[in-house]
């Protein structure tokens, strides 16, 4: 059992000791997980060898309310979601159902094995979209979508490159923003990735949901087939692209009008917004947090970037200028720090049909 805060970890174990009725010498409490935040997870066991998992985030540095609200509102609306056993928001410290430890990531062993786990997190996709609250949710408006994109020339640029942004980058951002304003509002998870759908019991669960807003259609979807540790190819993605349209259609969530390279693009134009996005946060998460791993992880979303401007030739200037500047500069610098910029090959993956 280790803790990066001893003290938090032993108010943790006396809340937990509470919550349960027990002694602290009656129960375990296990290391489970972190995340890139400043949130930890335990995995309690308690004597007749039940778990749960307990959440511990600092109140200074965590605001556990969002969390608890979309539990709660998703789980009444019938969503996939762990439920919350205990809640004490003051001191950051939640009681959930323990879902495992296994990530549906995991389960990519095999071409067959991936395209069915994609297939079924794209349809948990349409399903939050049809039924998760948004009414209370934040919106990802043109503010937000601007403070995320800066988040590249602010960390990305400055800090870690010490390069300028480049000629037309106020234009760029307008038109990333305005293509995810014009698509259809819905809920947004914000970070729908692989490692962040559990599978309990065969059957896929939603975490990490705090930060969900209402926003654009696409983005989910987006930050699910192009997120940390898959890079499909283009005819894979098409396919992807086009049923997910058809169902959003059928379902009555976008507008039959909506034809195939208009929504085409604003699936890529929301990838390049969120590869962007990424690049910088991810600069943020070493630079500020002193948090390892994260830079080995630019190529794999410079990558994402690159696939998503290619076919569009409103963006060739900002593509020309990634090539011509800001790789080899991203290049001198992991090199500097012993990093391997080499990024994985697109990875063919033959749809289902």
């Excluded at 304003?181 to 692989?194: I, K, T, Y």
């Amino acid at each position: 059992m280790t803790s990066a805060d001893p003290e938090r970890l032993g108010s943790l174990s006396t809340w937990a000791a509470r919550q349960y009725d027990l002694s602290p010498d009656e129960f375990r409490l296990d290391l489970a997980a972190g995340d890139a935040s400043f949130r930890r997870y335990y995995r309690l066991t308690l004597p007749d060898g039940a778990t749960r998992i307990l959440m511990d985030a600092p109140p200074a540095q965590e605001d556990s309310r969002p969390f608890l609200a979309i539990a709660t509102d998703w789980h009444a609306a019938g969503l996939p979601v762990p439920r919350v056993h205990h809640a004490d928001l003051e001191a950051g410290f939640l009681a959930l159902d323990d879902l495992g430890d296994t990530p549906l990531q995991q389960s990519f062993t095999s071409r067959e094995t991936t395209s069915d786990g994609f297939e079924r997190a794209i349809a948990l996709i349409h399903e939050l979209q049809a039924k998760a609250p948004r009414h209370a949710l934040p919106i990802y408006d043109a503010a937000l979508l601007a403070r995320e994109l800066d988040l590249f020339p602010d960390w990305c640029l400055e800090r870690l490159l010490g390069i300028a942004p480049p000629p037309g980058w106020s234009a760029l951002a307008t038109t990333l923003i305005e293509s995810a304003l014009e698509q259809p509002r819905f809920v947004v998870h914000r970070d729908f990735d692989a490692m962040n759908l559990m599978l309990d019991n065969g059957a896929l669960v939603l975490i990490d949901f705090q930060d969900a807003v209402a926003g654009p259609l696409t983005y989910d979807f987006i930050s699910l087939t192009r997120g940390r540790y898959r890079r499909f190819d283009a005819a894979t993605l098409r396919y992807w692209q086009e049923a997910f349209r058809e169902r959003a259609i059928a379902d009555g969530r976008l507008d039959p009008g909506i034809e195939a390279e208009r929504f085409h693009f604003w699936c890529d134009a929301m990838a390049i917004q969120r590869s962007l996005k990424v690049l910088g946060i991810f600069c943020r998460l070493t630079l500020r947090d002193d948090k390892a791993g994260y830079l080995a992880r630019l190529p794999h979303f410079l990558a994402h970037l690159d696939d998503s401007l290619a076919p569009w030739p409103a963006f060739s200037d900002f593509r020309e200028w990634l090539h011509v500047t800001f790789t080899p500069a991203l290049d001198a610098a992991l090199a500097a720090r012993d990093i391997d910029s080499s990024t994985d090959e697109a990875m063919p993956q033959e749809p289902t049909a």
